[in-house]
């Protein structure tokens, strides 16, 4: 395999000597597969500019337009600046700045938003000013616009590149006098923060569909807290209801109590304090607070604002007010002066005693009036001496009726490690995730009824892993791109819910999050991303650089605490192995989204070489590595799929380098060993998935394509996808002319076969026998023996239809001798099936075809293919031997057997088998079932051979119909094209009526053991 040396350039792929610091091919500084470089993120980009300015210029004193312009500079850097935004650079008169570096917040979008609304109002109070001194004013418009770019590291320029800056320009273009125009992609994230209209589409250059902006009006003050679509039904967290309860109970017992609510975000702290203030309104006074992540003028803001609600709550006047709360004694002038100095609601006066203390005297002599709850909400946001002041209220040595519910997402914990601290009226809460009978509750209550199909639920709550969060904002994006829509009273789905795709609400949160991370914490997050979303530990410790490796036992601590990812030992006893996982999914796929597509090829082709190190290598098997069989597959196919990402990011980037089509070779290798060894097993929808990744990765031209291609093909016929199969083996065809392959042309010929076989049976097996034999010749020539024993499987085929039932078996031990040469396995398990059938129907007498078949089951146990084909031909051979149970047990296994593997045609077989058994056993009613959904199952694929068959079973046993007419059902050509068979299916309907065979001519002995069998 090949190796990824660890000076590969992570911005242009170049390998350059291990000892390089800049790249030899972009000059970049080299990062090893570890550092970390560049990030992709989702920022927002405000565009500002005056309107008008050239004749503004033309017509004013170059003095008054420089002062006019300053004006509005300061006053756009101001609230770009407050907003948390990066003025990054001024073009003339134009600002633009961007929200989400060099550090991303979660709510970017609607913080650019706000800057923007600002700006073009304060930009109208400065209008006005002019035009009264000047007689000319000024007015702006604004551009917004949310998407992917890809910056440098904090440590490099934050240069932005990419559409968003272009098309937040060219929306700030587009915008009227005083206009803040935003992309529909930001107004995805702020919809619930803000008034907008939809204005005119825009044409863009190089963009095919028009875009729609939004003018916003208004836009919600930050104070409101973070804007959430839905209020759904409080559910659930019964426990966690009942720690807030003990809590309340112990602190109306005199004990002071602090309750820290600690979760991700979405995971219902808020919600889980709200329900409890509800619960408690008539025996507790609340108060709510809430701390912001910016826009506080001091640190004990969040106390200021309660204060000035109080203040202002019974429209008294708010010094009169606030005394009100608090019982006559020598410190209540003092305490009211200081709590009125704290809150704002006088002028600054510095003889005022210490605000921190005159609240905290304020909360403690409430509490004495009445029991009091304080929840403080986002304490990860709060100042310091907020927190001490919090903390000094609930540590008091008096006893008093007071508890305090403070949220806090996981990161807080590494910041003030003692605040949650178990005891001394301490309790930290943990919010895990909603348990699923809940979230399935939540998801009925936000959709107004159980309206969704339950596969599109499963989909829609394992998505969301118990974030309520997260299922309201998937549902939001459902309804925003039209899938769901609402119904009579709920929503109900508009189409097929195949993938639940991220909201970038969510994902926007999620990366908010890893940002604040340690760049080495991020890291080891990274690498374990690009392991997927659980890995065993021993993998992410491999794959770090060097330098990191030291530190990952720390670090995994860390990022435990901050719910990110977990360890846990999987295995038994002392081989358990230490196994990490991210705490969901969403983590997983954000973390990933964040590495630049350069630095993911570098970091899956290391991974792949560490799995190859491991054991993983093509080319050495389970003796030579010591692994087991199934370990080394896990591994190959990990392996396949770290070079398959590496390779196809690589394409995404532009034209393929040696490294890149060197890793696709080994890719393809990979993925079509292991094709072969799940094909051995039956499994032949992922068979078909393994040939068709490798397909991908294969140029045209290349010499592998027409054999891959063809047993693509040949996959997709046994899986069932007709149309996806003719398709893919027209390509194969005429990829082998061009290559002049004649075994891959030979080889999509039989497959298509087997293809017309399902599909277009009438006359097949005339069709069938010469197309077999010349293939044959093709692969005699070529000594290709695996094609060999796939021609004589069509032999075989066409023996067993035109009831030739020796030469069926003589026909099908050729196969699966040449089978055996081949090394072919999977072929060796069809003419298993197959073999196992002539037991059925051939001469041989029921004692010796139970034999068989269950030599059959011992030399194939490791099997799962042969073992569900042979139990589907054990249970009817059972079935008339008259033991009911053994039979029912046999096909049941059968059908489960081949259902799990993907075989729909070979399980409605089996269902067929049933249905022929149950009859046998007298069970009418239940043999109709089951042919049924035989029938049903088969032509839900378009089969067409075996349901003719099958149809013209179900009939008679339903309608019981006289049984010397033709069978009813069975398709025209069939009767026509080839009597026999409809001789065959009316001989063995009578059969199992205990009806005796009327002569039909050539073929008599078709069901021969049955007529052994029956009395
Ligand atoms: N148990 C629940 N029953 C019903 N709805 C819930 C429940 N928990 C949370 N929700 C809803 O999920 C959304 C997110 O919850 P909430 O705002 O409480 O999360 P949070 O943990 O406080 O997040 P953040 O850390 O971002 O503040 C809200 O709309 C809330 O109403
Ligand atoms: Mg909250």
Same mark, same amino acid.
């Given at each position: 395999?090949?190796?990824?040396?660890?000076?590969?350039?992570?911005?242009?792929?170049?390998?350059?000597?291990?000892?390089?610091?800049?790249?030899?091919?972009?000059?970049?500084?080299?990062?090893?597969?570890?550092?970390?470089?560049?990030?992709?993120?989702?920022?927002?980009?405000?565009?500002?500019?005056?309107?008008?300015?050239?004749?503004?210029?033309?017509?004013?004193?170059?003095?008054?337009?420089?002062?006019?312009?300053?004006?509005?500079?300061?006053?756009?850097?101001?609230?770009?600046?407050?907003?948390?935004?990066?003025?990054?650079?001024?073009?003339?008169?134009?600002?633009?700045?961007?929200?989400?570096?060099?550090?991303?917040?979660?709510?970017?979008?609607?913080?650019?938003?706000?800057?923007?609304?600002?700006?073009?109002?304060?930009?109208?109070?400065?209008?006005?000013?002019?035009?009264?001194?000047?007689?000319?004013?000024?007015?702006?418009?604004?551009?917004?616009?949310?998407?992917?770019?890809?910056?440098?590291?904090?440590?490099?320029?934050?240069?932005?590149?990419?559409?968003?800056?272009?098309?937040?320009?060219?929306?700030?273009?587009?915008?009227?006098?005083?206009?803040?125009?935003?992309?529909?992609?930001?107004?995805?994230?702020?919809?619930?923060?803000?008034?907008?209209?939809?204005?005119?589409?825009?044409?863009?250059?190089?963009?095919?569909?028009?875009?729609?902006?939004?003018?916003?009006?208004?836009?919600?003050?930050?104070?409101?807290?973070?804007?959430?679509?839905?209020?759904?039904?409080?559910?659930?967290?019964?426990?966690?209801?009942?720690?807030?309860?003990?809590?309340?109970?112990?602190?109306?017992?005199?004990?002071?109590?602090?309750?820290?609510?600690?979760?991700?975000?979405?995971?219902?702290?808020?919600?889980?304090?709200?329900?409890?203030?509800?619960?408690?309104?008539?025996?507790?006074?609340?108060?709510?607070?809430?701390?912001?992540?910016?826009?506080?003028?001091?640190?004990?803001?969040?106390?200021?604002?309660?204060?000035?609600?109080?203040?202002?709550?019974?429209?008294?006047?708010?010094?009169?007010?606030?005394?009100?709360?608090?019982?006559?004694?020598?410190?209540?002038?003092?305490?009211?002066?200081?709590?009125?100095?704290?809150?704002?609601?006088?002028?600054?006066?510095?003889?005022?005693?210490?605000?921190?203390?005159?609240?905290?005297?304020?909360?403690?002599?409430?509490?004495?009036?009445?029991?009091?709850?304080?929840?403080?909400?986002?304490?990860?946001?709060?100042?310091?001496?907020?927190?001490?002041?919090?903390?000094?209220?609930?540590?008091?040595?008096?006893?008093?009726?007071?508890?305090?519910?403070?949220?806090?997402?996981?990161?807080?914990?590494?910041?003030?490690?003692?605040?949650?601290?178990?005891?001394?009226?301490?309790?930290?809460?943990?919010?895990?995730?909603?348990?699923?009978?809940?979230?399935?509750?939540?998801?009925?209550?936000?959709?107004?009824?159980?309206?969704?199909?339950?596969?599109?639920?499963?989909?829609?709550?394992?998505?969301? !892993?118990?974030?309520?969060?997260?299922?309201?904002?998937?549902?939001?994006?459902?309804?925003?791109?039209?899938?769901?829509?609402?119904?009579?009273?709920?929503?109900?789905?508009?189409?097929?819910?195949?993938?639940?795709?991220?909201?970038?609400?969510?994902?926007?949160?999620?990366?908010?999050?890893?940002?604040?991370?340690?760049?080495?914490?991020?890291?080891?997050?990274?690498?374990?991303?690009?392991?997927?979303?659980?890995?065993?530990?021993?993998?992410?410790?491999?794959?770090?650089?060097?330098?990191?490796?030291?530190?990952?036992?720390?670090?995994?601590?860390?990022?435990?605490?901050?719910?990110?990812?977990?360890?846990?030992?999987?295995?038994?006893?002392?081989?358990?192995?230490?196994?990490?996982?991210?705490? !969901?999914?969403?983590?997983?796929?954000?973390?990933?989204?964040?590495?630049?597509?350069?630095?993911?090829?570098?970091? !899956?082709?290391?991974?792949?070489?560490?799995?190859?190190?491991?054991?993983?290598?093509?080319?050495?098997?389970?003796?030579?590595?010591?692994?087991?069989?199934?370990?080394?597959?896990?591994?190959?196919?990990?392996?396949?799929?770290?070079?398959?990402?590496?390779?196809?990011?690589?394409?995404?980037?532009?034209?393929?380098?040696?490294?890149?089509?060197?890793?696709?070779?080994?890719?393809?290798?990979?993925?079509?060993?292991?094709?072969?060894?799940?094909?051995?097993?039956?499994?032949?929808?992922?068979?078909?998935?393994?040939?068709?990744?490798?397909?991908?990765?294969?140029?045209?031209?290349?010499?592998?394509?027409?054999?891959?291609?063809?047993?693509?093909?040949?996959?997709?016929?046994?899986?069932?996808?007709?149309?996806?199969?003719?398709?893919?083996?027209?390509?194969?065809?005429?990829?082998?002319?061009?290559?002049?392959?004649?075994?891959?042309?030979?080889?999509?010929?039989?497959?298509?076969?087997?293809?017309?076989?399902?599909?277009?049976?009438?006359?097949?097996?005339?069709?069938?026998?010469?197309?077999?034999?010349?293939?044959?010749?093709?692969?005699?020539?070529?000594?290709?023996?695996?094609?060999?024993?796939?021609?004589?499987?069509?032999?075989?085929?066409?023996?067993?239809?035109?009831?030739?039932?020796?030469?069926?078996?003589?026909?099908?031990?050729?196969?699966?001798?040449?089978?055996?040469?081949?090394?072919?396995?999977?072929?060796?398990?069809?003419?298993?099936?197959?073999?196992?059938?002539?037991?059925?129907?051939?001469?041989?007498?029921?004692?010796?075809?139970?034999?068989?078949?269950?030599?059959?089951?011992?030399?194939?146990?490791?099997?799962?293919?042969?073992?569900?084909?042979?139990?589907?031909?054990?249970?009817?051979?059972?079935?008339?031997?008259?033991?009911?149970?053994?039979?029912?047990?046999?096909?049941?296994?059968?059908?489960?057997?081949?259902?799990?593997?993907?075989?729909?045609?070979?399980?409605?077989?089996?269902?067929?088998?049933?249905? !022929?058994?149950?009859?046998?056993?007298?069970?009418?009613?239940?043999?109709?079932?089951?042919?049924?959904?035989?029938?049903?199952?088969?032509?839900?694929?378009?089969?067409?051979?075996?349901?003719?068959?099958?149809?013209?079973?179900?009939?008679?046993?339903?309608?019981?119909?006289?049984?010397?007419?033709?069978?009813?059902?069975?398709?025209?050509?069939?009767?026509?094209?080839?009597?026999?068979?409809?001789?065959?299916?009316?001989?063995?309907?009578?059969?199992?009526?205990?009806?005796?065979?009327?002569?039909?001519?050539?073929?008599?002995?078709?069901?021969?053991?049955?007529?052994?069998?029956?009395?």
């Amino acid at each position: 395999m090949t190796s990824a040396p660890s000076s590969t350039c992570a911005r242009c792929g170049e390998d350059n000597p291990a000892h390089a610091r800049f790249c030899l091919g972009c000059g970049t500084p080299v990062i090893a597969a570890g550092g970390e470089g560049e990030s992709r993120r989702t920022v927002t980009v405000v565009f500002v500019d005056v309107v008008g300015s050239t004749a503004l210029g033309e017509s004013t004193d170059a003095e008054t337009v420089r002062e006019m312009l300053l004006g509005y500079f300061a006053v756009a850097r101001q609230a770009l600046v407050a907003h948390g935004g990066t003025v990054e650079k001024f073009i003339g008169d134009a600002v633009m700045a961007v929200f989400g570096v060099p550090v991303l917040h979660e709510d970017d979008a609607l913080r650019a938003v706000r800057a923007a609304v600002e700006i073009r109002d304060a930009v109208r109070g400065l209008d006005g000013e002019l035009r009264e001194r000047y007689g000319r004013g000024l007015l702006v418009r604004i551009g917004v616009a949310t998407g992917e770019v890809t910056t440098g590291d904090r440590s490099t320029p934050t240069l932005v590149t990419g559409d968003v800056a272009n098309l937040a320009a060219r929306l700030e273009q587009a915008a009227g006098p005083a206009q803040v125009l935003i992309a529909p992609a930001t107004y995805t994230l702020v919809q619930h923060a803000v008034g907008a209209r939809q204005a005119g589409a825009l044409s863009l250059k190089g963009k095919a569909e028009p875009v729609v902006p939004w003018a916003v009006g208004s836009v919600l003050p930050i104070e409101t807290g973070p804007p959430r679509r839905f209020a759904p039904a409080f559910v659930g967290r019964a426990t966690e209801r009942a720690v807030l309860d003990k809590a309340l109970k112990q602190a109306r017992a005199g004990r002071p109590q602090l309750v820290t609510l600690i979760g991700e975000p979405g995971a219902g702290k808020s919600a889980l304090v709200r329900d409890a203030a509800g619960r408690w309104a008539d025996e507790v006074a609340c108060w709510s607070m809430r701390c912001q992540a910016y826009g506080e003028s001091s640190g004990f803001e969040p106390v200021a604002r309660l204060l000035r609600t109080l203040a202002a709550a019974d429209g008294a006047e708010p010094t009169a007010a606030l005394r009100g709360l608090l019982p006559a004694g020598p410190d209540r002038e003092a305490v009211v002066a200081g709590v009125v100095a704290l809150a704002g609601l006088a002028p600054p006066n510095p003889t005022a005693p210490n605000g921190a203390w005159a609240v905290e005297w304020l909360l403690r002599s409430v509490a004495r009036q009445r029991p009091l709850v304080i929840a403080v909400d986002d304490v990860q946001w709060a100042s310091d001496p907020m927190l001490d002041l919090i903390a000094g209220a609930v540590s008091s040595e008096e006893r008093l009726p007071l508890l305090v519910l403070a949220t806090a997402r996981p990161e807080f914990v590494t910041r003030r490690p003692g605040w949650a601290a178990p005891g001394d009226g301490r309790t930290p809460l943990r919010l895990g995730p909603l348990p699923e009978p809940d979230a399935n509750e939540l998801l009925s209550h936000l959709l107004g009824g159980p309206a969704l199909p339950d596969r599109a639920r499963d989909r829609l709550l394992a998505a969301a !892993h118990g974030n309520p969060l997260f299922l309201e904002e998937t549902l939001g994006m459902l309804a925003d791109d039209g899938l769901l829509a609402r119904g009579s009273g709920s929503w109900e789905l508009t189409g097929e819910l195949t993938d639940v795709p991220l909201p970038r609400s969510v994902a926007a949160l999620v990366a908010a999050r890893l940002d604040l991370l340690a760049p080495g914490d991020r890291e080891v997050l990274q690498h374990t991303s690009v392991l997927g979303v659980r890995c065993e530990r021993a993998a992410l410790v491999a794959l770090l650089p060097p330098a990191r490796r030291q530190e990952v036992e720390a670090c995994l601590a860390r990022l435990d605490e901050a719910d990110l990812l977990h360890a846990e030992l999987v295995g038994p006893g002392e081989a358990a192995e230490p196994v990490l996982s991210f705490h !969901h999914q969403v983590v997983r796929d954000v973390v990933y989204a964040a590495v630049t597509k350069r630095r993911r090829i570098v970091m !899956h082709a290391a991974a792949a070489d560490v799995l190859a190190r491991n054991g993983a290598g093509v080319e050495r098997g389970s003796a030579a590595s010591g692994l087991m069989p199934g370990v080394v597959e896990a591994q190959q196919a990990q392996a396949a799929h770290h070079l398959e990402q590496s390779v196809l990011l690589a394409t995404e980037l532009g034209p393929l380098r040696a490294t890149d089509r060197a890793r696709a070779g080994d890719a393809v290798h990979l993925l079509v060993g292991l094709s072969r060894q799940v094909g051995a097993r039956g499994e032949t929808a992922a068979t078909a998935d393994l040939l068709r990744r490798a397909s991908r990765l294969l140029p045209t031209g290349d010499a592998q394509l027409p054999r891959v291609l063809a047993e693509l093909g040949s996959s997709l016929v046994d899986a069932g996808q007709y149309d996806a199969a003719a398709a893919v083996l027209t390509e194969a065809q005429g990829s082998a002319q061009d290559r002049q392959d004649h075994t891959a042309a030979a080889t999509a010929e039989l497959a298509g076969l087997w293809l017309a076989a399902a599909r277009d049976p009438s006359g097949w097996a005339l069709r069938a026998e010469p197309a077999a034999h010349t293939a044959l010749s093709a692969f005699s020539r070529a000594g290709d023996d695996g094609g060999r024993a796939r021609a004589w499987a069509v032999l075989a085929e066409v023996a067993f239809l035109q009831c030739r039932i020796a030469d069926c078996k003589q026909a099908v031990q050729r196969a699966s001798r040449f089978a055996r040469r081949a090394g072919n396995v999977r072929e060796e398990a069809q003419n298993a099936g197959v073999l196992a059938l002539t037991a059925l129907v051939g001469p041989l007498p029921t004692e010796a075809a139970l034999r068989r078949c269950r030599r059959m089951l011992t030399t194939y146990r490791d099997n799962p293919f042969v073992q569900g084909r042979v139990l589907t031909v054990l249970g009817v051979l059972l079935a008339t031997t008259g033991d009911g149970a053994a039979a029912q047990a046999a096909l049941a296994s059968s059908i489960e057997r081949l259902e799990s593997l993907g075989q729909p045609v070979l399980t409605a077989l089996a269902w067929e088998a049933l249905g !022929h058994a149950e009859d046998l056993l007298g069970d009418a009613p239940a043999a109709t079932r089951a042919l049924r959904r035989s029938l049903h199952d088969l032509d839900a694929v378009g089969e067409v051979q075996q349901a003719g068959w099958a149809r013209c079973s179900v009939r008679p046993t339903r309608t019981r119909r006289p049984s010397s007419s033709p069978a009813p059902g069975l398709p025209r050509q069939w009767r026509t094209a080839t009597p026999r068979h409809a001789g065959g299916c009316r001989t063995r309907v009578q059969r199992f009526r205990g009806r005796p065979v009327p002569p039909l001519g050539a073929p008599t002995r078709y069901w021969h053991c049955w007529g052994t069998a029956t009395p």
